[in-house]
Structure formats: structure tokens, C-alpha cells
């Protein structure tokens, strides 16, 4: 099942945990979208061009709003350490071992931390006259409790299951990086290489067909750029810096886009527009 789509529940209201950016005016802001939650009910459309017109969230697609089914879910994004909202779902509601994505929803709560200026937090509240503002998280989540749905994973190695493919992905860079006489010649270096190479490909074209889960996409791109690198030396210097340099500049990339989230997660109030 994936992280948020696999089964659809047939329930009323449904609690669950949303981070927002805060805006000048305090505005409560998705993290990837400009346009800030009013409030009462929200409504999501999907933005997407597809043949056929379809209800937010769709099975198929990747539309709906996002809410994260747990605590331990929220640490897939810095921002949850500082602004955490448990909000209510309902309508067309799609849910996986993560969270869920939702057709309609509405703040219930809101915790702001520490880092948050006074003034930003008047200006929430002002906003929001009708959501329960909290400083202390653990109460908030005490008085308005989660909804405990079957698909999430609540296990204590979930998180554990979920990053596997980056550790041994992170291995498997390491041996294909050592010098071929450290894996007991050229030969031996090549039937390694070969043979991880193999294996991530079919890992890559097996995940994330379905166009509707992120964390399958990502577990795709991962395994090709693995797949690249390892193949790299059989391709002597020009495969080094064909494959392997562009891929580093990547690395370096996605590395330096993680440090600016986190820089913005502790921005207040964010930029937005």
C-alpha cells in the first residue's frame, strides 16, 4: 500500500495532522502553495490537466489535500517541529500507510511553538478566531485526538521499512565508488557493479507506475540514479564524468534544497508570493 493512497474509507470525519507555512498577514499557507487555508471548510481540485475531468482526491492521481495520519509521520517535513494543525477530513477521503488525501477539510487546531513571534501568533488568531490555538502540542493532540484508521503503519520499524531502499542505495554508491582492486580485481569489481546495477533496475521499473503516490516516485528515481552509477565505470573517464559528475551536482542539489526547507521552516513569517 502506498504512503497515501491504497484504500478509501467509508467513514465520517476523519482527524489527522497538517503542517502550514504562516504568512505577513497570518495566513496559514500549505507548504507548496501560495494559496492560504480560510477558515471553515476547504475544498480541493485537482490542477492537473488529465483527458478526463475528475473529484479531488482521485485513486489515480496524486490531487487532494494531505494530511499526515501520525505524529511520527509529521518528521517528513521540518515545518511540523514549529507549526502542526490537526484538521478534519471528510468528503472523497483516499488513505494509505501514511496519511490520507482528502476532498474537504478543516482546521480544528492549531499548536505554534516557541520560534513563533508573538505578534505572528496575534495575527493567526485574529485570523482564525474559531481554531483552537494551543502552545502545548501534547494537550492539543490530548483534546483533539487522531483518528486511528487500519491502513496506517504504526509499528515502530514503519520508518525503518520506508528507508530501506536509501540505505542500501547508500551502499551500494560506496562499493561502486571503491577502487576495482579492493573488490578483488577488475573482474570481480565488474560482476559487483554488474550485478547491483541489475537489481536496482528492476527495483526502478517496478515502482511507481501507478502515477499516484510520491514516495514511489522517488524510490524510482533513486534506483535509476543508482543504476547510473554504478554502471559508470564500465565506461572508463567518460562515463565518470558523463554519469557520475552529473549525478554528484544532483546530489548536491537535492542536499542544498533540504537545507533551504529547513531554513524555512524556522522563517517567520514565510515568504510567500
Same mark, same amino acid.
Given at each position: 500500500? @502506498?504512503?497515501?493512497?491504497?484504500? =478509501?474509507?467509508?467513514?465520517?470525519?476523519?482527524?489527522?495532522?497538517?503542517?502550514?507555512?504562516?504568512?505577513?498577514?497570518?495566513?496559514?499557507? &500549505?507548504?507548496?502553495?501560495?494559496?492560504?487555508?480560510?477558515?471553515?471548510?476547504?475544498?480541493?481540485?485537482?490542477?492537473? =490537466?488529465?483527458?478526463?475531468?475528475?473529484?479531488?482526491?482521485?485513486?489515480?492521481?496524486?490531487?487532494?489535500?494531505?494530511?499526515?495520519? /501520525?505524529?511520527?509521520?509529521?518528521?517528513?517535513?521540518?515545518?511540523?517541529?514549529?507549526?502542526?494543525? %490537526?484538521? $478534519?477530513?471528510?468528503?472523497?477521503?483516499?488513505?494509505?500507510? !501514511?496519511?490520507?488525501?482528502?476532498?474537504?477539510?478543516?482546521?480544528?487546531?492549531?499548536?505554534? /511553538?516557541?520560534?513563533?513571534? *508573538? @505578534?505572528? %501568533?496575534?495575527?493567526? !488568531?485574529? !485570523?482564525?478566531?474559531?481554531?483552537?490555538?494551543?502552545? @502545548?502540542?501534547?494537550?492539543?493532540?490530548? =483534546?483533539? *485526538?487522531?483518528?486511528?484508521?487500519?491502513?496506517?503503519?504504526?509499528?515502530?520499524?514503519?520508518?525503518?521499512?520506508?528507508?530501506?531502499?536509501? %540505505?542500501?542505495?547508500?551502499?551500494?554508491?560506496?562499493?561502486?565508488?571503491?577502487?576495482?582492486?579492493?573488490?578483488?580485481?577488475?573482474?570481480?569489481?565488474?560482476? %559487483?557493479?554488474? /550485478?547491483? $546495477?541489475?537489481?536496482?533496475?528492476?527495483?526502478?521499473?517496478?515502482?511507481?507506475?501507478?502515477?499516484? @503516490?510520491?514516495?514511489?516516485?522517488?524510490?524510482?528515481?533513486?534506483?535509476?540514479?543508482?543504476?547510473?552509477?554504478?554502471?559508470? &565505470?564500465?565506461?572508463?573517464?567518460?562515463?565518470?564524468?558523463?554519469?557520475?559528475?552529473?549525478?554528484?551536482?544532483?546530489?548536491?542539489?537535492?542536499?542544498?534544497?533540504?537545507?533551504?526547507?529547513?531554513?524555512?521552516?524556522?522563517?517567520?513569517?514565510? =515568504?510567500?508570493?
Amino acid at each position: 500500500m @502506498d504512503a497515501y493512497a491504497g484504500f =478509501e474509507p467509508s467513514v465520517g470525519e476523519i482527524r489527522a495532522l497538517r503542517s502550514f507555512r504562516i504568512g505577513r498577514s497570518g495566513g496559514l499557507h &500549505p507548504l507548496f502553495s501560495d494559496a492560504a487555508w480560510r477558515e471553515g471548510t476547504n475544498s480541493a481540485v485537482c490542477l492537473r =490537466e488529465h483527458p478526463v475531468w475528475h473529484d479531488a482526491p482521485d485513486p489515480d492521481c496524486t490531487c487532494g489535500f494531505y494530511a499526515y495520519g /501520525s505524529e511520527e509521520a509529521t518528521a517528513e517535513y521540518p515545518h511540523g517541529r514549529h507549526v502542526l494543525a %490537526v484538521v $478534519a477530513c471528510w468528503g472523497r477521503v483516499v488513505a494509505g500507510t !501514511r496519511g490520507l488525501r482528502a476532498e474537504r477539510c478543516r482546521i480544528e487546531a492549531l499548536w505554534l /511553538s516557541d520560534a513563533v513571534p *508573538p @505578534d505572528l %501568533v496575534d495575527l493567526v !488568531r485574529a !485570523r482564525y478566531p474559531g481554531v483552537a490555538l494551543y502552545t @502545548d502540542r501534547g494537550r492539543m493532540l490530548t =483534546e483533539h *485526538p487522531l483518528t486511528p484508521l487500519d491502513c496506517y503503519d504504526a509499528t515502530a520499524g514503519g520508518a525503518l521499512r520506508r528507508r530501506w531502499l536509501a %540505505v542500501v542505495a547508500l551502499l551500494a554508491a560506496v562499493l561502486g565508488a571503491l577502487p576495482a582492486g579492493w573488490l578483488g580485481g577488475r573482474t570481480s569489481a565488474e560482476l %559487483v557493479w554488474g /550485478s547491483l $546495477a541489475a537489481l536496482f533496475l528492476v527495483i526502478g521499473v517496478t515502482r511507481g507506475w501507478r502515477g499516484r @503516490d510520491v514516495t514511489a516516485y522517488r524510490q524510482r528515481l533513486l534506483s535509476l540514479a543508482v543504476v547510473l552509477w554504478m554502471l559508470a &565505470p564500465f565506461a572508463g573517464v567518460l562515463g565518470l564524468f558523463l554519469l557520475r559528475l552529473p549525478l554528484l551536482e544532483l546530489a548536491a542539489f537535492l542536499a542544498l534544497q533540504r537545507w533551504q526547507l529547513h531554513h524555512g521552516a524556522r522563517t517567520f513569517p514565510a =515568504e510567500v508570493g
